[in-house]
């Protein structure tokens, strides 16, 4: 009886096969494709064909001061994005946990920019921007603080900062919710325990609050980051990296070079920095999941 | 809360006024003759768009039901047994979530054109299978482990077949997860639907909402309320979802992120 309980969940050969369709499914789709991009990236392809030319789309890449500008400027921008996202998704976290009147409704309106396709979130921002009958340009032009019609989707600095707001305004409410998930996983004794001590609202929340969900605050910003970095549609559709390449990060730049150009082979050059950037995002997030783990399971 | 809803209320206000209300300059927040006008106009600005809101319907459908279809037996092998290699590849499903499409593009591309894909449906499914494939395994793992394995053993002591515990035991139990897994897939492929649908799919019957939608704004003469008004009949769907839904989606997909 315990000999055939054992076997129950060892079966090894089963569960195996129950993993191989998917397994198989992302090898052709994914894995594959990963290692297809490195190949071409050592190709001049493009429509008509290709031929090995070993390193010259790196060189010319890295030695370009263009590519380096898109570096940089890819980094920036998700900077300033990751933080707002971060800060305002703690902002909210806490206003949605606080006892306030309606916060079930607010839970809810907080998600539509998650749930709604990016693509037609952004028409709005679209005309939102429009410098002669946007709102924003509107209210300004009433109230006197523009002196006429302002495209902010126009001019470089403008541009940069709208595509980040706009990229906070899609990618805030997943942070906000798993920001509030984690509060709500704080043990409620601690803080009737401080209440008892006469701790204040700002001690209860830096003192027992922040230090709880550190590991979620970690753990989002290194997601978010990810997230951020890979953003392409929101770019893509305000300003297809433009004006002049003010908002052209490494993904659009990508893209443009592999799709807009079919310079495959150069576009694919591309492609590989992008995974290099990914895959040392994504064993920092790793090792870190690990360690939390570890931290928890000692406890 | 202003800043979350201000694009949507925009729109839903673009879409109300009168075209040349809209383009009058200097701006005027209120227009006399709001109307509902360019709900009926753009059915025929915008002939396809029946077509196209049943392509989106029809893309994220199947892409989620063929997304199922791989995760269900995967995600019951992660949560019930143990194998060499098991966390490792969750590990690595994981870091695979982190690829957008947009790398894999020219490699997909290239695939897709040797198999005279490009331009179909599939163009836009195969792809879009592959990247819910990771969360969706682990959201329905969290959700099989949550099934007591006791239910499970005690009918196989008492020689029920696998096939009979599947039937009886875990099916019924896992329905609520498999819903919400649904729901994400489902989700997460009509949000997900533009960039492929702009790179492998340039033929106008197949395509979905957005990219259908992104057409029209190449011409001159943009009827934006009109265009607003489509978005919006467009995104009501996944809204009115998602607002029934809401509670357990937010609580599925956080449970396993917090926990792990």
Known sequence: MKQKLKSYNTQTYLAYALIAPAALYIVLIVAWPLLETIRLSFTNSSLAGEDYV?????????SSKKFNGIVTR???WMFFSVSLKLIIGLIGAVLLNANLKGRSIFRVLVMPPWVVPIAIGMLGWLWLYNGYFGIIAGVGMRTGILDGPFGFLAYKQSAFISTIIADVWVGTPMVTVFFLAAMQGVPRDLYEAAYCDG??????FFKITLPQITPV????SLLSAIWTFNSFEIIWILTEGGPRGATTTLIIDTYKQALGNYKFGRGAARAVVVMILLTLFAGFYLALLARINKKISHE | MTFILLPFVE???ASLRPLDHLFRSPYQFYSDDLSFWAYREMWKTVPMLPRYIFNSFFLASVTSLITLLFVIPAAYSYARFRFPFKNSSLYILLAINMFSGAVLLIPLYKVLRTFGLLNTYQAMIVPGVAFLIPTAIWLLKSYFE????DLEEAAFVDGASRVQILRHIIAPLSTPGLVV???YAFIGSYAQQFLFAI???QKKEYMPIPSGLYEFIGYTTVKWNEMMAASLVGIAPVLIIFLFLQKYIVAGLTSGAVKN
């Not at chain 2, 949550?146 to 394995?149: A, E, G, R």
């Open chain 1, 217 to 220: 605050i970690i753990t989002m």
């Open chain 1, 199 to 204: 701790a204040s609202r700002w001690d209860r």
């Open chain 2, 146 to 149: 949550k099934i007591p394995i």
């Open chain 1, 74 to 76: 890819t980094f920036v």
């Open chain 2, 181 to 183: 897994v649904g729901i």
């Open chain 2, 199 to 201: 790179t492998f799919n």
């Open chain 1, 54 to 62: 070993g390193f010259e789309n790196y060189q010319k890449m890295l």
């Open chain 2, 11 to 13: 729109m839903f206000y």
